[in-house]
């Protein structure tokens, strides 16, 4: 079946652009996960949601960063007025249920703010 | 504050032999771990996790310790093969409180050589 997939799959932006990212999770899945990676840095987490409860952002680096799900479907990570820091590969998860041991990741969206 | 620590960015072995990957945390709150595997341009791929209770778990050919006074984990892959060429991500969780949400250290590259 299909697995996560994240688009676009690049995108380079200008320092001060907003933009936006999208995943859509394993159908059926109404866990998703957001997590970046910074150059020469493990995975950080940002965010995740599971169903209908209100989503987890305490790793969400600053209020330029914010993330919607519909239902338990696409969801989308939009940064605003972006900087240079911001730069990084966003991996979007999914899992069944919340869980530890069973995120399924996407190939993710490599972001370069010039 | 790097919570997970993966103190050697590269690693290379010949095929065949052992490839010993490693993983410090500080935080004695995690108690659960877990190694993802991530080929270029994909996401991390689950690999292996063990909970705190255990000190070692085996799949295959791939192994994780535990020793949890030293805050340490390891992850042995015998015999190496190419295809186990890969970054590889050690994660930890406050399993317990079931939440998702995984700290990553920064990778170490495994290459195997033929």
């Known amino acids: 079946g299909a697995g996560v997939s994240q688009s676009p799959s690049n995108k380079v932006t200008e320092k001060g652009k907003d933009v936006e990212l999208r995943c859509d999770p394993i159908?059926?899945?109404?866990?998703l996960y957001w997590y970046r990676q910074r150059l020469g840095q493990g995975l950080e987490f940002l965010i995740y949601?599971?169903?209908?409860?209100?989503?987890?952002k305490s790793g969400l680096p600053s209020d330029r960063f914010s993330a919607e799900r519909t239902g338990e479907s696409v969801s989308t990570l939009t940064i605003q007025r972006t900087q240079q820091e911001d730069s990084a590969v966003y991996l979007c998860?999914?899992?069944?249920?919340?869980?530890?041991?069973?995120?399924?990741f996407g190939p993710g969206t490599r972001l370069t703010v010039l | 504050d790097q919570q997970v620590k993966q103190n050697s960015p590269s690693l290379s072995v010949q095929e065949g032999r052992i490839s010993i990957l490693n993983c410090d945390y500080t935080?004695?709150?995690?108690?659960?771990f877990l190694w993802y595997k991530k080929y270029p341009a994909e996401g991390p791929t689950f690999l292996i996790s063990i909970s705190s209770i255990k000190d070692k778990n085996e799949d295959g050919r791939f192994t994780v310790f535990l020793n949890k006074s030293a805050k340490h984990l390891s992850l042995h892959i015998v015999p190496s093969q190419p295809g186990d060429s890969a970054v590889y991500f050690c994660a930890a969780a406050h399993g317990s409180s079931n939440t998702g949400k995984l700290i990553f250290g920064q990778g170490t590259t495994l290459q195997v050589k033929p």
């Open positions: 159908s059926g899945h109404t866990a």
């Open positions: 935080n004695s709150m995690f108690d659960y």
């Open positions: 998860a999914s899992s069944l249920v919340l869980s530890t041991d069973t995120q399924y």
């Open positions: 949601f599971q169903g209908n409860s209100a989503p987890d």
